[in-house]
Nanobody
Framework: QVQLVESGGGLVQPGGSLRLSCAAS????????MGWYRQAPGKQRELVAT???????NYADSVKGRFTISRDNALNTVLLQMNSLKPEDTAVYYC???????????WGQGTQVTVSS
């Protein structure tokens, strides 16, 4: 069982930056692949970025070159640095943990990101 708590969302102007943080507890963090997903109003939840326990990353095409996912296995934390934000990045962002063998999944409660002038 893994508990995930996101923080760092907020309101930012287009072109600005935000950093989201997800703190994990309850299990061995390094055996989980971690990810960030987002869901905009009226749309399905979509993958933003993932990172394996070993540090391999994957990004949605829409955020490549603008967002960076990272993790600190000693601190049980995964970060999402978001630069050059666009209005279409507005969504609730969710942290996800997936066991790399059992594939059990866990979700945080979500944090709102709003990009608007």
């Amino acid at each position: 069982q893994v508990q995930l708590v996101e923080s760092g969302g907020g309101l930012v102007q287009p072109g600005g930056s935000l950093r989201l943080s997800c703190a994990a507890s309850g299990s061995i963090f390094s055996i989980y692949d971690m990810g960030w997903y987002r869901q905009a109003p009226g749309k399905q939840r979509e993958l933003v970025a993932t990172i394996t326990g070993g540090g391999s990353t994957n990004y949605a095409d829409s955020v490549k070159g603008r967002f960076t996912i990272s993790r600190d296995n000693a601190l049980n934390t995964v970060l999402l640095q978001m630069n050059s934000l666009k209005p279409e990045d507005t969504a609730v962002y969710y942290c996800n943990a997936e066991h790399n063998v059992l594939h059990s999944k866990y979700w945080g409660q979500g944090t709102q990101v709003t990009v608007s002038s």
